[in-house]
C-alpha cells in the first residue's frame, strides 16, 4: 500500500509534465501520424526456406529492418540473393516461415488474407518485377483498377493524371501485350502510386528502361518521395537509385551483409 501513497503524486507530477507546454509541442512532433521516426516497415528475424523432397533451401535467414517513414532504402545483391523474396514478405505477399513484420504498427501475419489485401490497399504500392499487368484491361484500365477497388469516383482522372506523368498520355487505350517491356514497366509504376501510397515498394523499377526513360522514372520516384513523403523500399542494380536513397541493404545469399 506505501508505494500506492508514494506513486500517487509521481503519477500527478508526470502528468504536470507532459502538460507542459513543451511537451505538448515535442508530442506533436513525434507522435503524429506524420512521424519521421516511427518505424513504418519492420521486420523481425524473418527467415523464408522452402523444402523440396530431401533438401532445404533457405532463401532467407535472421533479416532484421527497420525502415523509418519518408526513408528511401535501396537492396542491392546478386541475383539470387534473395531481394525480390523480402520485398513480397515486407508486403504481406508471401508468407515466412518464421518472423515477424510490421507494417505502419501492425502485424500483418496476424492478420487474415483479407486483412492484409485492405492494409496493403490502403498502405503500399507495389511494383513487380514482372510487372503483373492485367491483360484483358488497357493500360488506363490497370492504373484504375485500385481506385475502381475501394469505389473512388475520380479514378478515370486521377489515372490519367498519372499515366501522363509516366510519359504515356499517347498510350491509354493500349493492352499490355502492345506496349514494350519499358512502357509496361512504366504503367506498373503508374498503378503502384495512384492511390498515392505512404509507402511504394519497388522491384527493379528500372529494370526495363533505357537510360534516359529510367532517370525520368527515377526523378518521378524520389520528387514523390520528397512531395508526399512517400517511404521507398526499391530492389535495384541501378547506381543512380542506391546513390539516392538515404540507405543501401546488402543481401548476400539469403543474409544482410556488408
Ligand atoms: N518458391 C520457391 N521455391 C524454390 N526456390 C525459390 C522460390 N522462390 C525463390 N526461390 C529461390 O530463392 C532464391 C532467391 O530468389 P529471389 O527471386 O528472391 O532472388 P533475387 O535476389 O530477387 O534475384 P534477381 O536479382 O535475379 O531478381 C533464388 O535462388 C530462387 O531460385
Ligand atoms: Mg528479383
Known sequence: MGDIVVSMPLLAILEEILNNKIF??????????????KPIVQAISLTKYVRSSETVLTILQDINLEVNKGEAISIVGASGSGKSTLLGLLAGLDTPSSGKVYLNGEDIFSLSEDGRAELRGHLLGFVFQSFQLLPVFTALENIMLPLDLVGDSNAHQIALEILERVGLKERINHYPKQLSGGEQQRVAIARAYVTNPKLLLADEPTG???????????????ELNRERGTTLILVTHD????????????????????
Open 24 to 37: 505538448k509541442v515535442i508530442r506533436k512532433v513525434f507522435m503524429t501520424d506524420n512521424l519521421i521516426i
Open 208 to 222: 526495363n528502361l533505357d537510360l534516359s526513360t529510367g532517370n525520368q522514372i527515377v526523378d518521378l520516384i524520389f
Open 239 to 258: 547506381k543512380n537509385i542506391s546513390s539516392r536513397c538515404t540507405r543501401q541493404i546488402r543481401l548476400n545469399g539469403g543474409r544482410i551483409g556488408e
